[in-house]
């Protein structure tokens, strides 16, 4: 292999890095500053906040007399508080015994059940708060579909289009569309479409009433490529129009469809329109376990494209209520469909390749970057609410852990021994060191 060869692998694999650290320092300063701005409000020092493990690169004091510092790492970070013995928290004995009664306050373990428990719950619920913030967010900026539905901009496609911006859908193919919000009775008016290539419009034009014929309804175009699919992998991008399959035609998505969950996963041989060009390329759908309305999944083979309708239908902003009722809804949505997917995963369920290491996360971060910006902000909110989540769990040396520790507190009226901490402190980081090295074993070595 030339030196020639390697500069667009070398190019594409600092984009990945540059991503995956861009999206990891954003969820990893919002989690630390949580724990921070909680405990100092509770009351509680901080000596050090530090984006980042390892040798020091930049830092400053400031009149609070807390260290700010970058360090060279940036796979993590962490806030000491005032008499921790390391980062990771623990009673620093020697500096605890130095302070005066009234200084103990200030220190994690000198504090009151309640600061301690608000400190360190801060850090999952400001993940949150971001999915949050993120989601309502871009559901502002993208808008809900205007009633009527209304053309938007035209995707470019293979066929010529007599469509035009701002034309209302009075009817396809004789029958009114219901309104786009009620997603299952879009999807029925969709399938009870009939499945040729052109179908009749009626559109309202000012005053005027048009009708024309125009491409399927939602044509086999991909309006976006799932990070780390068999597509992306082959090179796919936004607005791709899958031509035919194996040879036979295509003009539905749904056909496309059907001949990738009909393939068991042999290649298929796609000709592909991409800007007036025709491409050939040839791709092996992948097993994937899709999430069902009643929790379960189900195996299914995919290439990992997303479709959608011919055109981009018009949009206005939703009000500021609708919108934040969506972000914490998506939020929450993220947090079942995380949770329904580990434990049938520990169930034998479902396959344990689901579960991606630090290499599959930062692959993604790379292939959302790629596909813009909005894209990867949405992706950062996702992983924001993962790690949120991950850290609830009751496991020592993660947020949960601690929680679970001082809910012991709580009921017994004394903390755990320090002989007890230390041996669950192990227990707990030899656990999340396996799942890190397991999830690891799945970026190599799954499909």
Not at 126 to 147: C, P
Not at 167 to 176: L, P
Not at 322 to 345: C, P, R
Request: with cysteine; aromatic share 10%.
């Amino acid at each position: 292999m030339d030196l020639v060869t390697l500069i667009p692998q070398f190019g594409g694999l600092l984009w990945t890095l540059l991503a995956f650290i861009v999206a990891l320092s954003v969820i990893v300063a919002i989690h630390e500053y949580g724990h921070y701005i909680v405990g100092r409000w509770s009351g509680i020092d901080a000596d050090v906040f530090s984006l980042g493990f390892g040798p020091v690169i930049y830092s400053r004091d400031d009149k609070r007399g807390t260290r700010w510092q970058i360090a060279l790492f940036p796979l993590g970070g962490y806030v000491k508080f005032r008499g921790d013995a390391n980062p990771s928290g623990g009673k620093d004995e020697a500096a605890m015994s130095a302070l005066p009664e009234s200084e103990r306050r200030r220190t994690m373990n000198g504090a009151p059940l309640w600061a301690r428990a608000a400190t360190v719950a801060a850090g999952p619920i400001f993940n949150f708060i971001l999915s949050i913030l993120v989601f309502t967010g871009v559901f502002m900026a993208r808008g809900v579909v205007s009633e009527p539905i209304t053309v938007g901009d035209l995707r470019p496609l293979p066929s010529v289009q007599e469509l035009e911006p701002g034309d209302e859908i009075v009817e396809i193919a004789g029958v009114a569309p219901p309104s786009f919000e009620a997603a299952a009775d879009f999807e029925s008016f969709l399938d009870g479409l009939p499945t040729e290539p052109v179908l009749d419009y009626t559109v309202r034009r000012g005053e005027d009433e048009i009708v024309f014929e125009g491409p399927y309804v939602y044509p086999p175009i991909a309006t976006s490529v799932v990070p780390r699919s068999a597509a992306d992998d082959a090179g796919f991008r936004k607005g791709d129009v899958i031509l035919t399959i194996d040879g036979a035609d295509v003009f539905a998505f749904d056909q496309l469809r059907e001949k990738v969950e009909g393939s068991e996963g042999a290649p298929l041989d796609l000709e592909i329109w991409r800007d007036g060009e025709v491409i050939e390329t040839t791709l092996t759908p992948r097993r994937t376990d899709e999430p069902q309305p009643d929790n379960s999944f189900r195996t299914v083979y995919r290439i990992g494209i997303v479709g959608g309708l011919f055109f981009e239908p018009a949009t206005e902003t939703p009000g500021p209520w609708d919108a934040v009722s969506s972000g914490v809804a998506q939020t929450g949505m993220i947090i079942e469909g995380s949770i329904s997917g580990l434990w049938h995963m520990i169930t034998g369920a479902i396959s344990t390749c689901n579960l991606s290491g630090p290499i599959g996360i930062a692959e993604t971060s790379g292939s959302m970057a790629s596909q813009g910006t909005t894209n990867f902000i949405w992706f950062i909110a996702v992983l924001s609410t993962a790690v949120g989540l991950l850290n609830l769990f009751p496991v020592p040396v993660l947020d949960g852990g601690h929680l679970c520790f001082y809910a012991y507190e709580a009921v017994s009226g004394r903390p755990p021994s320090d002989r007890a901490l230390k041996v669950l402190m192990s227990i707990g980081l030899t656990l999340v060191l396996s799942l890190m090295v397991f999830g690891i074993t799945n970026d190599l070595f799954c499909p």
